[in-house]
């Protein structure tokens, strides 16, 4: 059963745009130090899509011998087409994947039954296999029933990460929907709406970043029934989720930086927007707001 706060690595680059592996160990190091139950890697806040396969299949490898089965590690195998989306599956089930993940086709939209094909092969491999549902223009939604129908139409496709607005609405269908086929499903979109999904039967979230011992405190806060000290500790959380929404990939690299876990905030990204100097001051001023709640190896310096 995967369930938890399940922290999508970001590839950690030098200031030159190459792979800083000292800081990718250290990323490691932090999310079980955070009490991750789990990593995913790579996924869009890996920003996988300015990875060659090459580096693609690096760091998989990486990270598989580095956590070295201490928490579930989930590989995100989307490809453009099915063949590569096999291509990157055999090769996460050679690295020590415990599950596999995959959006449908993206940047060439696949029709309907093509994607239910291309979920169909990739649940042919011994892992259980979660969906990224993720919106519109780089991902293909499906339907709540469309997803129902893939989980009952293939045993080894277990999950789905809902990441389509509404979420949340989508979330209770898809548990209204299924016939006991689907173990659970996790949300994203940077875990703004955690307590939220967590009330309406989700089995966690895979957010991204900076905030990773926030959140699992968040998470297992819910879990012990203490509801409302989860939602205080979100809420104090939220402003700098809502700068994740905006700035994505600068903002988690940013914090992770000044929190030691990376040398260099650097984004391939090509779509990134920088922080300004206005921002940075929002920025960690509102980190004093949940600093009490991180843990004291990875301290905002």
Same mark, same amino acid.
């Given at each position: 059963m995967l369930a938890g706060i399940y922290q999508i690595l970001q590839t950690p680059f030098d200031d030159h745009g190459n792979i800083d592996w000292d800081s990718f160990a250290r990323q490691i190091e932090y999310?079980?130090?955070?009490?991750?139950?789990?990593?995913?890697?790579?996924?869009?806040?890996?920003?996988?899509?300015?990875?060659?396969?090459?580096? +693609?299949?690096?760091?998989?490898?990486?990270?598989?011998?580095r956590i070295a089965g201490r928490t579930p590690f989930v590989v995100g195998v989307q490809g453009l087409n099915q063949r590569i989306a096999?291509?990157?599956?055999?090769?996460?089930?050679?690295?020590?994947?415990t599950a596999l993940m995959a959006m449908p086709p993206y940047l060439r939209k696949a029709p309907?039954?093509?994607?239910?094909?291309?979920?169909?092969?990739?649940?042919? !491999?011994? +892992?259980?296999?979660i969906i990224q549902n993720a919106p519109a223009p780089i991902g293909s939604p499906l339907s709540p029933q469309e997803l129902v129908e893939l989980l009952a139409a293939e045993c080894e496709i277990k999950y789905i990460k809902e990441e389509t607005p509404p979420i949340l609405q989508h979330i209770s269908q898809i548990l209204e929907l299924d016939k006991g086929d689907c173990l659970g499903v996790f949300g994203g979109?940077?875990?703004?709406?955690?307590?939220?999904?967590?009330?309406?039967?989700?089995?966690?979230?895979?957010?991204?970043?900076?905030?990773v011992d926030v959140q699992v405190r968040i998470y297992?806060?819910?879990?012990?029934?203490?509801?409302?000290?989860?939602?205080? %500790?979100?809420?104090?959380?939220?402003?700098?989720l809502n700068y994740a929404m905006v700035y994505g990939v600068s903002l988690h690299k940013y914090v992770m930086w000044r929190r030691g876990v990376i040398?260099?905030?650097?984004?391939?990204?090509?779509?990134?927007?920088? %922080?300004?100097?206005?921002?940075?001051?929002?920025?960690?001023? %509102?980190?004093?707001?949940?600093?009490?709640?991180?843990?004291?190896? !990875?301290? !905002?310096?």
């Open positions: 999310c079980v130090a955070a009490g991750a139950h789990g990593m995913v890697v790579p996924a869009l806040a890996s920003e996988f899509f300015t990875l060659s396969d090459a580096e +693609r299949k690096q760091i998989v490898a990486f990270a598989g011998e096999l291509e990157f599956a055999r090769h996460a089930c050679d690295h020590a994947a309907k039954a093509d994607v239910r094909g291309y979920y169909q092969q990739l649940a042919g !491999f011994d +892992r259980p296999l979109a940077n875990g703004i709406y955690l307590v939220d999904e967590l009330k309406r039967g989700a089995c966690g979230n895979m957010p991204a970043g900076g905030f297992d806060l819910f879990r012990a029934g203490e509801i409302e000290q989860a939602e205080q %500790l979100g809420f104090q959380l939220l402003p700098l040398t260099s905030p650097f984004a391939r990204d090509p779509q990134k927007i920088n %922080l300004d100097a206005d921002d940075i001051r929002t920025v960690e001023r %509102l980190w004093t707001r949940v600093a009490e709640h991180s843990i004291p190896d !990875f301290p !905002f310096k």
